[in-house]
């Protein structure tokens, strides 16, 4: 982590000159005070880093000191393509430290007026994977895993299953799946002999083997995950005891989103409008929902949600002195 740290101040102070140890925390993801230490360290070694005081001051490369850092290598290509696929390394990690170098690489490839696109490009947009509410689970074996596919290295991992037991496992990782921000290993499992899906946060140590191991060679990726997701989905819908609550409503076709989310029997336009038939699956979630709705949705049926809507409507006119 250090090493990646300290050859990013390298070519951040190489491609954009002088620079406030703030900024360099900012784009390192770390703090001022770990940028000092990393700057004496680098001092040490023999980099011409000077400080230069003043308002507009910072760090800098002592004049005509420069570095060729600039060569894109084969790990800084791969790093580029996974973040072109939307898939984010985790803060913190190797391979998040690895992505910011390549990045910073490219910026110094390309041409004075092109390096000032990608900069103001990277101020003006900014991506939190964050939830609202709770916290994201951090996967800290992200790096490992990632060589561990690119490399075809057997793993011994203990995996904690659904239902909180642990077993050891030696598996051959042909894959990795993110879905929703949650990473997913696919590899093959000599305990159960045959390919399955490892939730990659359910995994409690993981250990590189020196065994490698050779893949089939009719294996995709991307047919397993889909046929592994079909399955995962009926075999959920066949173990959960479904309710059900048919409603039929009626409301305009700009309003047609108010309820997504819940599975559509069927629906047809009825002159202006459109009568929808809705699985709500109780009486209480159906009341709960439409309720607030009722200024521009008609419940048509059942009849006890119909008049429950108006025994309340009458409610508040009389609240409100309304007849």
Known sequence: MRLHRLLGIIMLLNSRGIMKAGNLAKILETSERTIYRDIDILCESGIAIMSIPGPHGGYSFMENHKVNSNVLESGDVVNLLLSSMGIQPEKNTEMSQQLKIAVIKL??????????????????????????????????????????????????????????KVSERIIRPYGAVVKNSEWYLIAYCELKSEIRVFKCSRIETI????????????????????????????QVSLKVDHNSYPVKIKFSKEKETTLEGFYVLSFMKVEENWVYDIDMISFQTAHNVIFP???????????ELRDYIIKKAKKILNLYKIK
């Open 293 to 303: 709705l009722s200024d521009r949705i008609e419940v048509l049926q059942p009849v």
């Open 107 to 164: 910026e110094n490839s390309v041409s004075k007026e092109h390096k000032e696109e990608i900069i103001k490009a990277k101020e003006k947009f900014f991506i939190d994977s964050n939830p609202w509410w709770g916290k994201k689970t951090q996967n800290q074996n992200v790096d490992i895993i990632k060589k561990s596919v690119l490399n075809l290295k057997k793993l011994k991992v203990h995996y904690k299953k659904y239902d909180g």
């Open 207 to 234: 250990e590189v083997l020196d065994e490698s191991f050779n893949m089939a060679e009719n294996f995709s990726l991307e047919d397993f995950w889909e046929n592994s997701k079909h399955q995962f989905v009926r």
